[in-house]
């Protein structure tokens, strides 16, 4: 920029030199001549007009008109009188070839002296050179110095034409000044430098002008330069170490760019894309099509597009949820694409830890609200009971008939231990979900054992064979919790034995991959198919006329659940037995969940 | 029919409510004969003549039919939709007989073409009450048509 400016300064000084040099150097030297040749042409051409004069008199004369002393007395009366100029002060002079003067206007004193030794300040014999001049040429220019005008006591250089008029003898002459001429030079001399400062002064003004509107668009252009060069280096820090892939596609597929997140997931350097077509890369065929596809959407529709796909890659699968945007060039064309990859597995992995949270929660509470209806339902019934008797006693009294008042009383007396027993199933039920009990090893032929042993007089009087797997397994489980399940199905077994001839409960298990899974079979009443499911809900009792309160499936399964199990009943029907089925994991957790 | 005995079935899966209810029928003025099941598969199969109900004679369909919404086995909804679904059922009245007020069993019940729904009274003179109520009004105010 410095040497923009050196230059511009530089070039106008050369200019400006130059005009000097042409105005000063050559147009005012022409000029000052041209105003010499001209002012010598004037007094050429006066001293001609003025000759005339001299040889219009002497015609007459000729003519016989004037006699030669009247047309020279004519003549010289005329001269004396005969000025021009600006103000009229310049004048002719004629003196002969002796040199004498005949006429000067102004020097008086010299009319009729003899001239031949009249010397100018500078000793020139000035009247002698113009005859000289006169006898050689007929009429020349001859210079010295002369007083100025009337002025006697300033004497200045001359230059006068002088003309000889051969009938008489005479010469005729008048000069300029070259004082006037130098001073009119002068004077132009002045104007022009005048006008030279003005054109100097206001191209001054114009470069200045000029340079200082360089001057701000140079610097508003490097201001600008500079503004581009940090937003560049901003957006390049932002896109180069923004997480999500960000890639610039032309709209042949080619890859113009792309951010280093890429090596995140691919073993790729980035700078290796730019310039390959999507084809040359190594994806997978639906990843690549799926791009196609959506590369084309873009192109087609001029509108953002966003598609999520799943990438395998060094960090194992990875979900994008990529977006793509058309770019346009001026002419509003669709050019470029970008597209932009935000790595959401970890938002994929959670929403999906969310969403079955959602339905584990939901399904509580449904479970939950379920579970209200039951037991309020439940828990209603044995009051509407003994309201009931209680106002059948009543009736009872009055009618007098007191042979049923014990029954009545019996009924209530049900319908209140059933209402406790629900209370007593529920509390249960509760701390079920409380209690978080330490797994422990269990010997599972220990815990059979003892269960038979608890149960062993019920098995007695049913008459019931017991046949147990001669090897059971060890568990890791809540070893109260698994003894409640092993008895309420054996007590299950021993309740609906029937009236089989050869009752018989058989308990097993079967190693399977991860789990040990139990059974206990009998030759029972059985189960209906369709009622295989239904038993285990709470307070559900397949025959009401049973004791019991439909709640020790339930509890069971809700057991079974807390250990990672599952539990169901197997029977082919009415009569003909049943099995119920539980599973333990192998691989058991510390902690009972809650 | 008016001057017939009144047939009603009742649906209840708590044997001793049952036997309250039939009690106060029985203490009714009114000749009535109650036949008593005590789940869901037991009433679609006395409505059916199916197994034990075989017998039309012993089991015969009823004029009233007094339903229990929670019962063993197959629902009181579930023997409602049986009844209403079926030609030779869908005349008989359903009154459903519960302990629930629950909106919903109540909205599901008139759906499923329920004739009535009565909460279960509290009390033997509410009890008998109720049951004079229905029989007075099913038996004698209101008109069934005829096969």
């Not at chain 1, 042993?453 to 060890?474: F, G, R, V, Y």
């Not at chain 2, 004679?57 to 629902?75: F, G, R, V």
Request: hydrophobic share 40%; glycine share 6%; proline share 3%.
């Amino acid at each position: 920029m410095k040497n923009i400016l050196i230059r511009i300064t530089l070039l106008t000084a050369i200019v400006i030199t130059l005009f000097l040099t042409v105005i000063f150097g050559i147009m005012l030297p022409a000029f000052e001549k041209n105003i010499y040749d001209q002012k010598k042409e004037m007094i050429s051409e006066l001293t001609n007009s003025a000759w005339n004069i001299l040889a219009k008199f002497e015609a007459d004369e000729k003519k016989g008109l004037l006699t030669r002393d009247q047309a020279q007395k004519a003549v010289i009366a005329q001269i004396h009188s005969l000025h021009y100029g600006n103000k009229m002060k310049d004048y002719f002079w004629i003196n002969d070839m002796h040199p004498k003067m005949i006429i000067h206007p102004y020097r008086i004193d010299l009319n009729g002296k003899d001239l031949s030794d009249f010397k100018d300040p500078e000793g020139k014999k000035l009247f002698v050179e113009m005859v000289e001049t006169v006898k050689k040429d007929g009429a020349g220019f001859v210079d010295y110095m002369w007083q100025l005008r009337e002025e006697e006591n300033k004497v200045v250089p001359k230059i006068s034409y002088v003309k000889g008029f051969a009938p008489w003898g005479w010469i005729i002459g008048t000069g300029i000044y070259i004082y006037d001429v130098q001073d009119e030079i002068k004077r132009i001399k002045r104007n022009l430098i005048q006008i030279s400062i003005i054109i100097i002064l206001l191209s001054t003004v114009v470069l200045v002008y000029l340079m200082l509107e360089y001057m701000r668009t140079e610097l508003g252009r490097a201001n600008a330069v500079e503004a581009l060069k940090y937003s560049e280096k901003k957006y390049r820090t932002l896109v180069e170490n923004n997480n999500d892939v960000i890639m610039r596609l032309d709209n042949k597929s080619r890859v113009l760019y792309s951010n280093p997140s890429i090596e995140k997931y691919a073993e790729i350097k980035a700078e290796s894309l730019s310039g390959k077509n999507l084809k040359e890369l190594e994806l997978p065929v639906e990843l690549r099509q799926f791009f196609e596809n959506a590369i084309k959407k873009v192109i087609d529709t001029n509108q953002k597009y966003g598609l999520e796909s799943t990438m395998p890659g060094k960090t194992g699968e990875t979900v994008f949820n990529w977006l793509l945007y058309p770019e346009f060039d001026e002419s509003e064309t669709n050019t470029h694409i970008l597209c932009i990859g935000r790595d959401i597995t970890e938002i994929k992995h959670k929403e999906k830890i969310i969403r079955q949270q959602v339905k584990e929660l939901e399904e509580k509470n449904a479970e939950l609200e379920s579970f209200n209806y039951t037991v309020s339902h439940e828990l209603k019934s044995p009051i509407i009971t003994m309201q009931g008797y209680l106002g059948l006693v009543n009736e009872h009294i009055k009618q007098g008939k007191s042979e049923r008042i014990v029954s009545d009383i019996k009924k209530m007396e049900n319908a209140a231990n059933k209402m406790y027993g629900l209370l007593e199933c529920l509390l249960k039920l509760s701390r079920l979900g409380k209690i978080t009990g330490l797994f422990e090893k269990i010997q599972m032929k220990e815990l059979i054992n003892e269960t038979i042993e608890l149960l062993n007089s019920n098995i007695k009087k049913a008459n019931i064979k017991i046949n147990i797997l001669s090897d059971m397994p060890e568990i890791k489980a809540d070893r109260q919790r698994i003894r409640e399940v092993v008895q309420n199905l054996i007590e299950n077994a021993i309740k609906y034995i029937g009236t089989q001839t050869e009752p018989e409960i058989k308990i097993g298990f079967t190693k399977e991959e991860n789990e040990h899974c139990f059974y206990i079979k009998d030759n029972g009443i059985g189960i209906e198919k369709a009622y295989l499911e239904k038993i285990f809900n709470l307070f559900e009792k397949l025959n009401p006329r049973s004791d019991g309160n439909g709640i020790g499936l339930a509890v069971s399964k809700k057991i079974i659940d807390y250990h990672g199990g599952r539990i169901w009943a197997e029977s082919e029907g009415k009569n003909k037995g049943c099995a119920f089925y539980f599973t333990i994991p192998i691989i058991a957790v510390e902690k009972i969940k809650i | 029919m008016k001057n017939n005995v009144f047939k009603v079935l009742l649906i209840e899966d708590n044997i001793d409510q049952a036997e309250l209810i039939i009690e106060c029928f029985e203490g009714n003025n009114t000749p009535c004969k109650i036949f008593h099941v005590v789940d869901g598969e037991e009433a679609i199969n006395y409505l059916l003549a199916k197994e034990e109900f075989s017998d039309r004679e012993k089991h015969p369909l009823p004029d009233l039919i007094l339903l229990d919404l929670k019962l063993p086995k197959i629902s009181g909804i579930e023997v409602l939709k049986n009844i209403k679904n079926d030609p030779e059922l869908i005349l008989i009245p359903v009154i459903i007989f519960t302990s629930s007020q629950d909106e919903k069993d109540l909205e599901l019940a008139y759906l499923n073409h329920a004739n009535s729904y009565v909460v279960k009274p509290l009390g033997y003179d509410s009890l008998s009450n109720f049951i004079h109520m229905i029989v007075g009004y099913w038996k004698k105010l209101n008109t069934t048509p005829q096969k």
